[in-house]
């Protein structure tokens, strides 16, 4: 079809109205008192009973313990759980591995609070570092005891880019078949897998889809990843049009790009402000990827409140994009590309760095510095010697030395774990340079 006839679809597709939100067994003061502000309506639905707006579950707020130790607040989650499935979202995404395989467990206590049949858990085998057979079952009945439930509604094969990848984690130590069975027993809903790769790794999953009978994919999909995917990627129209006309359901992660299309170059922030004014930047994001009428659900790893109350506010009067927001989409898409950003997302994959290198952090101050135009471009611009101490402060300030840029040794470990198939040691070479010059005044 063409573009045209793609967004009457779409808005045809995204208007679906699902039933009415479910309420918690007991709603707390913190769940009347962010009420506020949000518009009336129902979470859209592509797909009957599957809230259009899902919760990714990868990045929920931490807090340091008084040992020093990192943990998930589970105060937080449970307040945001509770506004959350007040508002109709009901699907939820997690792993095992998810900050530092904690992430299950928080998910489970606050949605243990609610009735089984009111949220919708996915959850992957990430089976990583060590894919035996045993392992791997185990990974899966733990998922389930976790839960204190007999069924996983979507469970995903995590993370694969190709059929490398597929026979090695699954397909030659025979968990395919132990998880078919799963399926047909009722214990698995859904199966199907997340992807991160290249257009043949992509075609070789889908080949599978005879023998497997794939029920949904998950896919980075957004307005940038479109047309620009970038390095060892699959751009995401090509992903979803296969999907699409293979009649899979898709489920989209890293809508916003790992936050980056939340925080944007100002003068392309101003692009979308001024079509826009009383929109957030987010919110164009979440209208693109909705958008879609194939779109069973867009996951959000919203990490405090105001990302919470913000998508509410997208998906709750939720607007399709006409054909000419399409078009600045991309015009906007294309323009980003001339930025020299890094395209982490900020999944932490790469984390642990065995030299103790801060690689998200890094990436993080670097992008958000050029985003806010106070990366310092040369020594000829206006106010340098005052730019170039606050930046170099700063960077100091934000990142430890012991766990700078300058630490890298290449191991390529990162490199392996990336799914946006970074070239993480180049990136970091690239910053420590900059860096340097900044600090001998060459720049």
């Known amino acids: 079809m063409d573009r045209r006839d793609f967004l009457k679809t779409a808005g045809l597709g995204a208007a679906a109205i699902g039933a009415a939100a479910c309420a918690p067994k007991t709603v707390g003061e913190s769940l009347s008192s962010t009420q506020s502000g949000l518009p009336e309506g129902t979470m859209p639905q592509n797909y009957p009973g ?69 949220w919708l858990l996915a959850t992957k085998l990430s089976n990583f570092s060590d894919w035996s057979y045993d392992n791997s079952v185990m990974m899966y009945r733990n998922s389930l005891e976790i ?58 999953l889908m080949s599978l889809h005879s023998r497997y009978h794939w029920d949904f994919v998950q896919i980075q ?12 990627n699959t751009n995401a129209e090509y992903l979803y049009e296969v999907l699409d006309r293979m009649e899979i359901p898709v489920v989209i992660m890293e809508p916003l790009r790992g936050g980056r299309l939340a925080d944007m170059p100002l003068t392309l922030a101003d692009m979308l402000q001024a079509k826009d004014p009383a929109g957030s930047l987010a919110s164009w994001a979440f209208r693109f990827a909705g958008s879609f009428p194939r779109v069973m659900c867009v996951l959000s790893g919203m990490t405090y409140m105001e990302h919470l109350e913000d998508n509410l ?50 990436f993080k101050f670097y ?31 934000a990142i430890p030395t012991v766990r700078q840029a300058d630490h890298c040794i290449g191991c390529g470990r990162c490199e392996e774990a990336c799914p946006q198939h970074l070239q993480v040691s180049s990136e970091l070479r690239r910053i420590d340079d900059y860096i340097e010059s900044l600090k001998q005044g060459t720049l």
């Open 50 to 118: 599957i809230g259009l707006l899902g919760y990714g579950c990868m990045r929920w707020p931490m807090v340091t313990g008084d040992d020093g130790t990192s943990r998930i607040d589970q105060d937080e989650v449970n307040r945001l759980v509770d506004v959350a499935i007040a508002h109709g979202v009901n699907y939820y995404d997690t792993s095992p591995n998810y900050l530092g395989g904690q992430s299950e467990r928080a998910t489970a206590e606050a949605l243990s609070r609610y009735p089984r049949d009111k």
């Open 221 to 232: 999909m957004n307005y940038v990843d479109w047309r620009h995917a970038g390095r060892n």
């Open 313 to 362: 506010r997208t998906y709750l009067d939720f607007k399709p994009l006409s054909e000419e927001e399409m078009e600045l989409l991309q015009d906007v898409a294309v323009r980003m590309e001339t930025y020299p950003l890094v395209r982490c997302t900020g999944c932490n994959y790469c984390m642990p760095c065995p030299y103790g290198i801060d690689i998200p952090g890094i």
């Open 367 to 397: 992008n958000d510095n050029l985003n806010a135009g106070t990366y310092v471009k040369s020594s000829e611009q206006e106010g340098y010697a005052r730019a170039r101490r606050r930046y170099l402060l700063a960077y100091d300030k």
């Open 147 to 204: 839960f204190n439930t007999d069924h996983v509604d979507y469970y995903l094969l995590h993370s694969i880019g190709g059929m490398d990848a597929f026979d090695t984690r699954f397909g030659s130590t025979g968990i395919m078949d132990f998880l078919l069975r799963e399926r047909e027993l009722g214990h698995i809903r859904n199966l199907g897998f997340s992807f991160h790769g290249d257009q043949k790794g992509f075609d070789e």
